[in-house]
């Protein structure tokens, strides 16, 4: 395991404490819904954007432990997005990183109120951020403000829509390229954006390095979803953790548009882009610079 594997595995443990603490346990009424939340929940997963959290807040200076109720709101916030995407009016999965999906387990109907909750959930905990012992109040409340921002219309929910418009819709070749880069710059990229960001901003950061580190959240959001793309076509399916394909619903994609050997080209790009980002952290930012490589070399 590498220092980066292991870094990212320290901040899921942590992170996965605090969920643990934080979420209500299915004893507690209506027992079903907290039951499906925590199902969704602890199904596993990189907890890559709290580790964008945690990190973006040491390289601006802050402390890791402040920023734990915000970089928690941020898996769980993710979490009731892949709940809803698995949806049959949605993406219609029937697995999701292994396992039965949310709607699979516990029906359609409870699996859109655990979606909700989980949404609803993320921003009671990045309340509590405004309490933390040395937090400012008016940091974690721009904090709310830009995970809200890219939550929504502007955001990942502005993405998924236009994916759902997308879906064999007829395009020509430019308009194709535009919509896969207004789709995924959205639907993937804003909540990776808002996480650097929100760990920046609870931190007390400079504009000058928000914007750096939002610079690198675009580039490596980007190369996230080309990676992803790839991987649904030539990745291990038991290693993905799911049936099918985007290809066989009909999906937009890097791969479908440009093909894969341009996709991977593309990829490696956009990691370039995202060191470069990085250049006014100096050494510093190595964990990121590493972060950018493992997100295209990844397996699943």
Request: glycine share 10%; aromatic share 6%.
């Amino acid at each position: 395991m590498s220092l980066l594997e292991k870094a990212m595995a320290r901040v899921s443990a942590r992170v996965d404490r605090a969920l643990d603490r934080f979420l209500l346990r299915e004893g507690i009424a209506p027992s079903v819904i907290h039951k499906a939340m925590r199902y969704s929940v602890f199904a596993g997963g990189k907890r890559l954007r709290p580790f964008l959290c945690v990190g973006a807040a040491e390289l601006c200076g802050g402390r890791a432990e402040r920023v734990i109720p915000t970089a928690c709101a941020l898996e769980v916030l993710h979490t009731y997005s892949l709940v809803h995407d698995d949806l049959p009016s949605m993406d219609d999965d029937d697995l999701r990183r292994g396992r039965p999906t949310s709607h699979k387990v516990f029906g359609e109907g409870m699996a859109i109120l655990a979606g909700d909750a989980l949404l609803t959930f993320a921003f009671e905990l990045m309340a509590r951020n405004a309490r933390v012992k040395g937090v400012k109040p008016a940091w974690a409340l721009a904090a709310v403000e830009t995970v809200a921002r890219e939550a929504g219309t502007l955001g990942m929910v502005g993405g998924q829509a236009a994916d759902l418009e997308a879906e064999d819709a007829e395009f020509d070749a430019r308009a194709r390229e535009g919509m896969l880069h207004f789709i995924h710059s959205r639907k993937t990229g804003a909540l990776i954006r808002a996480s650097l960001r929100a760990g920046a901003l609870l931190s007390g950061a400079s504009a000058k390095k928000v914007k750096a580190l939002d610079a690198y959240g675009e580039k490596i959001g980007m190369a996230f979803q080309i990676a992803d793309d790839i991987l649904d076509i030539i990745g291990d399916k038991a290693l993905l953790g799911k049936r099918g394909s985007d290809r066989d619903n009909g999906k937009l994609t890097f791969p479908a548009v440009y093909g894969l050997e341009e996709s991977q080209d593309r990829a490696r790009e956009a990691v370039a882009g995202a060191k470069k980002a990085l250049r006014l952290f100096g050494r510093r930012a190595r964990q990121f610079e590493e972060l950018a490589d493992f997100i295209i070399e990844r397996r699943k």
